[in-house]
Structure formats: C-alpha cells, structure tokens
C-alpha cells in the first residue's frame, strides 16, 4: 500500500489587486464589519453596565481591550500616548473579573466604569482610523500573545 502524500497545493488567489485594495480600505467605512463590530463592543458593556452582563459580554470586553493594546503596537498613531489608559482599562477588566468569580456577577466599580468607558471611546476611534491589513496584523499580535502564555488571564476557561 502507497503512503498517503502529505502535500496540499495552496490556494490560488484569482485577483490580486481587490485583494490589495481590500486591505487599504479602513475599518471604520466598511458599512457591515465596522459597525457591527463597534455595535458588538457597546452592546457587551451596556449590559455589563445594566447589570445583565455574562461570561460571554466580558469576553467581549476583553478582546476590545487586547485589540486596542495591538492596534498600537502595530501603529503608533492608532493610540500611543494611550498606553496608560490603555492598562488601566486592561487592570479594570482583571479586577472586575476576579471579583465576579468571587461575587457571581459582573459589576464595575465607578473608577472601572470610568476607565472603561474612555477605552471603548478610544478604540472606537482606533477602529476609525486603522485599514483591514493593520487590523489583521492586530489580531495576530492577539493569538501570538495568548498561544505564547504571555497574556494575563482574566477569566478562567469554562
């Protein structure tokens, strides 16, 4: 019997220059992922902040905050000197977690909400203002982040 080949042809891209163009265009303008991505964000905090909020909102927050520190690590004019706001939101979000496991809901404490709220007003104008390519490149720095151990674990896994 014939050994199996491991090969797999790769996939042929028909035409290019879409592609690139695709890649140029900024998220923000993209009527459906742009907005509906901002909605997603702003739907997640309302009910964290109503007090309905669920493991699966927070997950939602927390992308938004790893995305936000990403987006500046791949231009620094998507938020550099939002760094510090950028961490106070990222330690508002752990803190509120590890209450929540002790507690069994998710609230925020005012100084949280607050920070909260300026880092959601932050990436949304990151989102603005970043193309499709930069924000790919965000969502690598995000998975080479966690696959590597490097991220601080907010939640444990269910």
């Known amino acids: 019997m014939k050994k199996k080949s491991k090969y797999k042809p790769r996939g042929v891209r028909m035409d290019n220059m879409s592609w690139i163009l695709a890649g140029m265009k900024k998220v923000g303008t993209l009527p459906t992922a742009g907005v509906a ?5 702003h739907e997640a905090l309302d ?42 939101a990222q330690d508002a979000l752990f803190t509120m977690g590890r209450r929540s496991i002790e507690k069994g809901r998710f609230a925020f404490t005012g100084p949280e909400m ?22 790919e490149q965000a969502l690598f ?18």
Do not use: F, Y
Request: net charge negative; charged share 30%; with cysteine.
């Open 47 to 88: 009910s964290i902040l109503t007090g309905q909020g669920t493991r699966d909102h927070v997950d939602v927050l927390i992308a938004a905050m790893n995305m936000a520190e990403a987006l500046v690590r791949v231009r620094d004019e998507l938020g550099v000197d939002w760094k510090t706001e950028i961490r106070a």
């Open 114 to 135: 607050t920070a909260i709220k300026l880092m959601m007003d932050v990436h949304d104008v990151q989102l603005d203002n970043c193309t499709v390519k930069e924000m």
């Open 141 to 158: 720095i995000v998975q080479e982040e966690i696959r590597m151990k490097k991220a601080r674990t907010i939640l444990e896994p269910a």
């Open 37 to 41: 991505l901002k909605l997603k964000n």
